[in-house]
């Protein structure tokens, strides 16, 4: 079965950091991309990072460049999300999703259940 478990999330005080891990199984992880959106309480998910098949791509929506680093380890079909500087705005239930390069929702073939970060202030 396809499987995308994300993890690392937690409650942060303004200017924390978290380490966020998708950990992906039952397909081959090197052919896909990997997305970060969130979403918040009430409002609408949003693209957050993506990383293509080579480390060299990698995109970050505005509010959250220089304070989000996204990584891949192939060997460990795992992507991680390196958030700094955290900021109760920051705070949403985070999903991972293997598909296309870019944060079009639609380019995504698998999700996971996302793990939750607040960050207080």
């Known amino acids: 079965d396809v499987q995308l478990v994300e993890s690392g999330g937690g409650l942060v005080k303004a200017g924390g950091s978290l380490t966020l891990s998708c950990t992906a199984s039952g397909f081959i992880f090197d052919d896909y991309a990997i997305s970060w959106f969130r979403q918040a309480p009430g409002k609408e998910r949003e693209g957050v990072s993506s990383?293509?098949?080579?480390?060299?791509?990698?995109y970050y929506v505005d509010s959250v460049k220089g304070r989000f680093t996204i990584s891949r380890d192939n060997a460990k079909n795992t992507v991680y999300l390196q958030m700094n500087n955290l900021k109760p705005e920051d705070t949403a239930v985070y999903y991972c999703?293997?598909?296309?390069?870019?944060?079009?929702?639609?380019?995504?073939?698998?999700w996971g259940k996302g793990t939750l970060v607040t960050v207080s202030s």
């Open positions: 990383i293509g098949i080579s480390e060299a791509n990698s």
């Open positions: 999703a293997a598909g296309t390069w870019g944060l079009v929702p639609q380019g995504m073939a698998y």
